[in-house]
C-alpha cells in the first residue's frame, strides 16, 4: 500500500501537475513538495507528489554500488 | 523506468549478495517491517540471496492486516446504510470483518466504490449531492498527508456530503510495541521508506538508542533492499546500532516537512487497536476538532462493535508480531488461501501469507 512510484513533472499548473508515467500522463497533486519544477521527478503516491527525488543522491548510490563490483573483479 | 530499473542491476545485485557473504557467519533476524517491503523480497528473491543465518521477518506494515475486524465491521454497517455511499482502496474489500466483508455488503446491495484517491470520492461526493459520501481511509504515514491535504481543499470548496472514516496508523508506536513484548528476536529493522519520505530519520532513534537495533530505512528495489541488508550486517557484526537511510534519493534526514505540517493540522495521534497485535497508544489518526465535521462516526450512527477473536488455528496475530511465519499456521494454503482468505494476511496483496502463497520462498 505504500508503493510510490517516479514521475517526471512535465508542465505544473498551480497545485495541480500533469506527470510522466512510464508511457503515461497522469494528473498529480504537488501541494506536498512546494518548490518543484517542471523536469523534476517526484515520487507519486496514491494521486499525491510526496518528494522530489534527489538526483545526484541516487547517483551517488549508484556509484558505490559501480565501485564495489569493480573492486569485487579486480 | 528511471530510478527503478537501475536499481534493479543484475551484476550490482550479486556483488552486494557476495559483501553480505563476506561479513562472515551471522545468525541473526532482520525485520522488515513495510508490507511492500514483503512484496518486492520475495519477488526478487533477495532471500534466496541471502547466507543460511540471515533470516528476514516480516512485520506489521500492511495497512489492510493491522485493520481491526471491528472496524471493517462498522464500514459494513455504514455500507449498510441507504443515504451513504462508501468509498474505500481496492484492498479493502476482501478483509474479513465480524458478519462478511466488504464484497458481500455490496452483493448485498450495499453502495460500495473502489477509489485510487481521496480525490475520486469527493468527485463522487459532489455527483451525489443528496447521498453520504463516507471514504474509508486506511494507510500509514505514506498516505495520509494526501487525505488530510484533501480535507483542507474540502473544508474550503466543500462538498457538505462527504466525510472520512480515519482507520490511519502510524508505523513507529508499532515498532515501539513490538519492542516492548519483547517477543520476537531483531537484530535490525528494515525500515519502511516512502513512510520516512514523510517522517524522516528522527522518529526511529529510540531504537537504537534505547534497545540497541540497528535501523536501516530502505528503497524498494532489489539493491536497495540488498544495501539495506548489508547496512544492517555491517552494523550488527561491528555491535553498533544507529539509524541510516539508504534510500537518500528519497528519504531526507528531517523527513517532509511539508507533509508533517499538514498532517499535524488535520489529525492528532490516538489510542489505536491494531489487528494481531492490540492496543498500541498514539499510534491511529483522528480529526482534530476543526476537521471533526468530517468525521464519518459522529455523522452516522453506527454501534460501538465489540473485537472479534480470530477464526480458531489463525496465526495473523504471532505472524504480525515477527515471531510465526506462514508455515507455521495449520490453515495457511489449505482452508485459507487469497481466494477464501480466512486471515487478514491472506488477504492483503502484502500481507505476509499472501506474499508467501503467491511467490512461495524457501522455507526458513
Redesign the interface.
Same mark, same amino acid.
Given at each position: 500500500m505504500c508503493l510510490g512510484i517516479p514521475a517526471k513533472v512535465s508542465k505544473i499548473n498551480g497545485l495541480i501537475a500533469r506527470v510522466q508515467v512510464g508511457g503515461a500522463e497522469v494528473a498529480a497533486s504537488i501541494y506536498l513538495v512546494p518548490g518543484v519544477r517542471a523536469g523534476d521527478y517526484v515520487l507519486l503516491h496514491a494521486g499525491f507528489a510526496i518528494e522530489i527525488i534527489d538526483e545526484q543522491a541516487a547517483e551517488e548510490t549508484l556509484d558505490l554500488l559501480r565501485k564495489m563490483v569493480e573492486e569485487q573483479e579486480s | 523506468? !528511471?530510478?527503478?530499473d #537501475?536499481?534493479r542491476?543484475r @551484476?550490482?545485485a550479486l556483488?552486494?549478495a !557476495? #559483501?553480505i557473504r563476506k561479513i562472515g557467519d551471522l545468525r541473526v533476524n532482520l525485520m522488515e517491517v513495510?508490507?511492500?517491503h514483503t512484496v518486492s523480497i520475495f519477488k526478487h528473491g533477495i532471500r534466496e540471496m541471502l547466507p543460511e543465518g540471515l533470516r528476514l521477518l516480516s512485520g506489521p506494515?500492511? %495497512? +489492510?492486516c493491522v485493520t481491526p475486524a471491528s472496524d471493517i465491521e462498522k464500514a459494513i454497517r455504514m455500507a449498510g446504510l441507504n443515504e451513504v455511499i462508501l468509498t474505500t482502496?481496492g @484492498?479493502m474489500m476482501r478483509v474479513p470483518g465480524i458478519t462478511s466483508n466488504l464484497e458481500t455488503a455490496r452483493a448485498g446491495g450495499g453502495d460500495v466504490r473502489v477509489v485510487?484517491?481521496?480525490?475520486e470520492a469527493l468527485k463522487i461526493a459532489r455527483e451525489n449531492p443528496d447521498r453520504k459520501v463516507v471514504f474509508f481511509g486506511?494507510?500509514?504515514e505514506?498516505?495520509s498527508?494526501?487525505i488530510a +491535504?484533501t480535507l483542507i481543499e474540502a473544508e474550503k470548496e466543500g462538498p457538505g456530503n462527504f466525510s472520512l472514516f480515519s482507520c490511519h496508523k502510524l508505523v513507529p508506536p508499532a515498532m515501539k510495541a513490538l519492542l516492548e513484548l519483547g517477543e520476537a528476536d531483531i537484530a535490525g529493522f528494515i525500515c %519502511?521508506?516512502? +513512510?520516512s519520505?514523510?517522517i524522516g530519520a528522527k522518529p526511529y532513534e529510540f531504537i537504537p538508542d534505547k534497545y540497541h537495533i540497528p535501523c536501516v530505512i530502505a528503497g524498494?528495489e532489489p539493491?536497495d533492499i540488498l *544495501?539495506a541488508i548489508l547496512m544492517l550486517s555491517r552494523q550488527a557484526k561491528q555491535g553498533v546500532a544507529r539509524v541510516e537511510i *539508504?534510500y537518500? =534519493?528519497?528519504? =531526507?534526514e528531517q523527513g517532509?516537512i !511539508?507533509?508533517q505540517e +499538514?498532517l499535524d493540522e488535520v489529525f492528532e495521534p490516538v489510542c489505536s487497536t491494531w489487528r494481531g497485535i492490540g492496543v498500541i497508544p498514539d499510534s491511529g489518526l483522528k480529526l482534530r476538532g476543526r476537521f471533526k465535521r468530517f468525521d464519518a462516526l459522529a455523522w452516522l450512527e453506527i454501534p460501538e462493535i465489540e473485537e472479534k477473536e480470530e477464526e480458531k488455528g489463525c496465526i495473523c496475530g504471532h505472524i504480525l508480531r515477527g515471531i510465526a511465519t506462514p508455515y507455521d499456521c495449520p490453515l495457511f494454503g489449505k482452508t485459507c488461501t487469497p481466494q477464501d482468505a480466512i486471515g487478514p494476511c491472506m488477504v492483503?496483496? #502484502?500481507g505476509t501469507c499472501g506474499a508467501y502463497y503467491k511467490y512461495g520462498g524457501r522455507r526458513q
Amino acid at each position: 500500500m505504500c508503493l510510490g512510484i517516479p514521475a517526471k513533472v512535465s508542465k505544473i499548473n498551480g497545485l495541480i501537475a500533469r506527470v510522466q508515467v512510464g508511457g503515461a500522463e497522469v494528473a498529480a497533486s504537488i501541494y506536498l513538495v512546494p518548490g518543484v519544477r517542471a523536469g523534476d521527478y517526484v515520487l507519486l503516491h496514491a494521486g499525491f507528489a510526496i518528494e522530489i527525488i534527489d538526483e545526484q543522491a541516487a547517483e551517488e548510490t549508484l556509484d558505490l554500488l559501480r565501485k564495489m563490483v569493480e573492486e569485487q573483479e579486480s | 523506468m !528511471k530510478f527503478v530499473d #537501475e536499481f534493479r542491476n543484475r @551484476d550490482n545485485a550479486l556483488s552486494l549478495a !557476495k #559483501e553480505i557473504r563476506k561479513i562472515g557467519d551471522l545468525r541473526v533476524n532482520l525485520m522488515e517491517v513495510c508490507g511492500t517491503h514483503t512484496v518486492s523480497i520475495f519477488k526478487h528473491g533477495i532471500r534466496e540471496m541471502l547466507p543460511e543465518g540471515l533470516r528476514l521477518l516480516s512485520g506489521p506494515g500492511c %495497512p +489492510v492486516c493491522v485493520t481491526p475486524a471491528s472496524d471493517i465491521e462498522k464500514a459494513i454497517r455504514m455500507a449498510g446504510l441507504n443515504e451513504v455511499i462508501l468509498t474505500t482502496f481496492g @484492498d479493502m474489500m476482501r478483509v474479513p470483518g465480524i458478519t462478511s466483508n466488504l464484497e458481500t455488503a455490496r452483493a448485498g446491495g450495499g453502495d460500495v466504490r473502489v477509489v485510487y484517491s481521496l480525490f475520486e470520492a469527493l468527485k463522487i461526493a459532489r455527483e451525489n449531492p443528496d447521498r453520504k459520501v463516507v471514504f474509508f481511509g486506511v494507510g500509514f504515514e505514506t498516505t495520509s498527508p494526501g487525505i488530510a +491535504v484533501t480535507l483542507i481543499e474540502a473544508e474550503k470548496e466543500g462538498p457538505g456530503n462527504f466525510s472520512l472514516f480515519s482507520c490511519h496508523k502510524l508505523v513507529p508506536p508499532a515498532m515501539k510495541a513490538l519492542l516492548e513484548l519483547g517477543e520476537a528476536d531483531i537484530a535490525g529493522f528494515i525500515c %519502511p521508506g516512502h +513512510v520516512s519520505t514523510i517522517i524522516g530519520a528522527k522518529p526511529y532513534e529510540f531504537i537504537p538508542d534505547k534497545y540497541h537495533i540497528p535501523c536501516v530505512i530502505a528503497g524498494f528495489e532489489p539493491t536497495d533492499i540488498l *544495501q539495506a541488508i548489508l547496512m544492517l550486517s555491517r552494523q550488527a557484526k561491528q555491535g553498533v546500532a544507529r539509524v541510516e537511510i *539508504q534510500y537518500s =534519493r528519497a528519504v =531526507r534526514e528531517q523527513g517532509n516537512i !511539508k507533509a508533517q505540517e +499538514v498532517l499535524d493540522e488535520v489529525f492528532e495521534p490516538v489510542c489505536s487497536t491494531w489487528r494481531g497485535i492490540g492496543v498500541i497508544p498514539d499510534s491511529g489518526l483522528k480529526l482534530r476538532g476543526r476537521f471533526k465535521r468530517f468525521d464519518a462516526l459522529a455523522w452516522l450512527e453506527i454501534p460501538e462493535i465489540e473485537e472479534k477473536e480470530e477464526e480458531k488455528g489463525c496465526i495473523c496475530g504471532h505472524i504480525l508480531r515477527g515471531i510465526a511465519t506462514p508455515y507455521d499456521c495449520p490453515l495457511f494454503g489449505k482452508t485459507c488461501t487469497p481466494q477464501d482468505a480466512i486471515g487478514p494476511c491472506m488477504v492483503g496483496a #502484502e500481507g505476509t501469507c499472501g506474499a508467501y502463497y503467491k511467490y512461495g520462498g524457501r522455507r526458513q
